[in-house]
C-alpha cells in the first residue's frame, strides 16, 4: 500500500521559512516522481514543484521560483520542500503525491498525502 505522510506545516510570519516532508513508503517501482500540491480556501488545487526520484529533475511554478527548494533522501524515502521567503499568498494546505510521470499537473499522480496547513501572516 503507497502511503505519503506530511509533516512541517505551521504559522509563519512573512519572510520566514517552512521545511514541509513527505515520508513515502510503498512504491517499490525507483522511477517515479513527488510532487508538491497546494489548495488555498475557494482555489483549485495547483502545483507546486516536483522531482523524478530517479535522477532529481525538478520542476517549480513561476511564483515559488528562488523561494522553494525540493529535494530527495533516497535513503529515508523522504520528498522535503524548503520554503524560503514566505508571503500570505503562500497560505494553503499542502500536499504532496506520487505518480509515475513528471510534471506539476495533478491529473499525472495517483497517491496523495493527507495534507499540512501552512499559514503565512503579514
Known amino acids: 500500500e503507497v502511503q505519503l505522510v506530511e509533516h512541517g506545516g505551521g504559522l509563519v510570519q512573512a519572510g520566514g521559512s517552512l521545511r514541509l516532508s513527505c515520508e513515502v513508503s510503498?512504491?517499490?517501482?525507483?522511477?517515479?516522481?513527488i510532487g508538491w500540491f497546494r489548495q488555498a480556501p475557494g482555489k483549485q488545487r495547483e502545483g507546486v514543484s516536483c522531482?523524478?526520484?530517479?535522477?532529481?529533475?525538478?520542476y517549480y511554478r513561476d511564483s515559488v521560483k528562488g523561494r522553494f527548494s525540493i529535494s530527495n533522501d533516497n535513503a529515508k524515502n523522504t520528498v522535503y520542500l524548503q520554503m524560503n521567503s514566505l508571503k500570505p499568498e503562500d497560505t494553503a494546505v499542502y500536499y504532496c503525491?506520487?505518480?509515475?510521470?513528471?510534471?506539476?499537473?495533478?491529473?499525472?499522480?495517483?497517491?496523495w498525502g493527507q495534507g499540512t496547513q501552512v499559514t503565512v501572516s503579514t
Open positions: 522531482i523524478r526520484r530517479l535522477d532529481n529533475t525538478s
Open positions: 510503498g512504491i517499490t517501482f525507483a522511477d517515479h516522481t
Open positions: 503525491a506520487a505518480g509515475w510521470y513528471t510534471g506539476l499537473s495533478a491529473q499525472l499522480y495517483d497517491f
